[in-house]
Structure formats: C-alpha cells, structure tokens
C-alpha cells in the first residue's frame, strides 16, 4: 500500500506508483487439495494445482516483496485476528453459512456448532478450504436443491481464488470498497474483508471509509 502514516486510518493511498509498503496475500491451502476433477469448472480452475509447489511458489514472492522493504500481511491471520471475539465469530459464521446458500435450518445448526467448535484460526482455515459432507454427522431432511446435489462431496465449497486478494476488495485514499463478486463461486469471498474492517484492531474505533 503505496504512502505515508494516517492517525484516523489503518490505509493511506495517494499513489498508484509510488513505493508499496504493505500487501495483503493469501497463502495457498488445503481449498487447493479439495479441488474435485468434476468440479473444477464450477470453482472456476482448469486443473488442480499441487499444494505443496504452490506453497513454495507463494513463499519465495512473499520472500522477494519482504526482501524489497514490504510488510507482508495475510488475509487468513488477519481474519482470525478481527473474530477473536465470540460474538463476532458467530455473527461471521452465521452470515458465510447464508451465503453459502445452507436453507435447511438444521443443517445450518450443525455446521454452525461444527466450525463454532474450533478454535478460531482453525476455523478460517476450515470455511476457506470447505466442508466435506463427511465432515459432521447429519442425516435429516433436507430442501429441494440440497437433495438435487446429493452426489456433490461439499456441504460448503472450497474457495480455491482466495490468493486474488486484489479482486473481493481495493484500497483507495484512506478507505476501501467491498467489491461485488460477479460468479457465485466467490461471492463470499466479500465477507472475509467485511469483517477485518469491521472487527480487526487495525480498523475498530478508526474513521476508515468502507465503501
């Protein structure tokens, strides 16, 4: 993030080209091994990347930007960090299981128990590499969609486009826009920049715009 100190806000870009100071990243994860060869096209990839070389691609471009004088921050612990408070995890997990399109309401609880029942950086890691129906015990009825993709392995998807940080949210002045995602395979990705600004230390109690 290009330019100088602000005391109201955490951002402060007055340049497009100037010197980048900070940048957001998101370490590839397991959403990477979850990617299911039937699927790839509704989580929009054509092939299924190997974890463990993107891992090592990801760490050696985070090593060049630290070696150049840039803080590296990372979506998943800065996420982790805004829901380290019980009320705010709960709200979190509530919203992500509406946008994920979760209708039957028992379900909703069981999911909700399951991810409330980690501790907290576990369960960012869990929602962003998604939820496998083997995962949690529930047999119950359920709606009309969820029968019609019963074959599906997923109760909530992997989110395998999360380290394109640059596209669910932009920093521009001293605030930032939340960013409507056009495909359904990343819309939620959205909520993961709502609630840092929302609840992370860096933002609660300043002027930072939301847009």
């Not at 929009?44 to 190997?50: E, M, T, W």
């Not at 990372?74 to 805004?82: D, F, G, I, V």
């Not at 395998?160 to 995602?181: C, E, H, K, Q, V």
Request: net charge negative; aromatic share 10%.
């Amino acid at each position: 993030m290009p330019g100088g100190e602000n005391i109201y806000s955490f951002i402060n870009i007055t340049s497009e080209i100037g010197k980048l100071k900070k940048v957001m990243l998101h370490r590839p994860g397991n959403e990477v091994e979850n990617l299911v060869p039937e699927y790839l096209g509704r989580l929009l990839f054509d092939d299924i990347p190997y974890l463990k070389v993107a891992r090592e691609e990801h760490d050696k471009f985070a090593g060049v930007l630290r070696e150049n004088g840039v803080e590296v921050l990372y979506l998943e612990q800065l996420t982790a960090e805004a829901l380290q408070n019980e009320k705010a995890r709960e709200e979190f997990v509530r919203e992500f299981l509406v946008e994920s399109k979760i209708t039957t309401p028992s379900l909703t609880e069981a999911l909700a128990k399951y991810l409330l029942s980690m501790p907290v950086r576990q369960m960012v890691d869990t929602v962003m590499a998604g939820v496998r129906k083997e995962e949690i015990e529930f047999h119950e009825a359920q709606s009309l969609t969820e029968l019609m993709m019963d074959d599906y392995p997923f109760y909530l998807d992997p989110m395998p486009n999360l380290y394109f940080t640059r596209d669910p949210a932009a920093s521009i002045g001293n605030g930032f826009t939340l960013n409507t995602m056009r495909t359904e395979a990343r819309r939620r990705e959205t909520l993961f920049l709502k609630y840092i600004h929302k609840y992370h230390k860096n933002f609660a109690g300043t002027n930072t715009p939301l847009w």
